[in-house]
């Protein structure tokens, strides 16, 4: 009987080094794959509140752009459809600013959970990533996540320099959102 010699795939290791104990494996890396994608990054203003009320009942609010007007001390004007890819036309209104159009383009939205919509200004120096998500809790209970990424060269110091302002301003729209919100729920129970 022969004794066993093993291949040349089990006499080298890593670096070519002899005594390997099987054959390489490779990395992402190279195989050519790129690395998957990382999260969005920059300087993030946020505030949540909590609202009792079903996720859709908010969800009825915060969709219904034609309406904010009548709530949303933040946004006075708004208008377009939240479909992705479509330009929505609104008004920012943060306290002790000036008010400001906005065109930004909705990102991404899920029903009764979620609004994403990106805006890039001054050539995309700055880059911001509003959202507005809804986490249920209960049945009749949710926290809203109310908030901005600032990203883009410029978006980062933006965002430490307006962010107690633009925090502010989602404090009052979440404060309004709960009211309303709140209001509807009461009508419907």
Request: aromatic residues 6%.
């Amino acid at each position: 009987m022969s004794p066993y010699k093993p291949g040349p795939d089990l006499l080298s290791k890593p670096g070519g080094r002899r005594g390997g104990m099987g054959p390489q494996t490779m990395s992402l890396k190279t195989e050519g794959k790129p690395p998957p994608p990382k999260g969005p990054t920059g300087f993030r203003v946020e505030h949540r509140i909590g609202i009792q009320a079903p996720a859709e009942v908010i969800w009825e609010v915060v969709y219904d752009l034609d309406r904010w007007a009548e709530w949303n001390p933040t946004y006075p004007q708004a208008t377009g459809a939240i479909r992705i890819g479509e330009t929505l036309e609104l008004t920012l209104a943060l306290p002790g600013e000036p008010q400001q159009p906005l065109r930004p383009k909705v990102l991404d939205w899920v029903p009764n959970e979620q609004l994403h919509w990106r805006l890039t200004l001054m050539g995309g120096l700055i880059k911001t990533l509003r959202y507005i998500e809804i986490s249920p809790l209960s049945d009749a209970g949710c926290i809203v996540d109310n908030g901005e990424l600032f990203g883009g060269l410029m978006g980062p110091s933006l965002g430490r320099r307006m962010g107690r302002t633009v925090r502010r301003g989602f404090e009052a729209m979440n404060e309004a959102l709960k009211t309303r919100a709140e209001a509807e729920w009461a009508k419907r129970g």
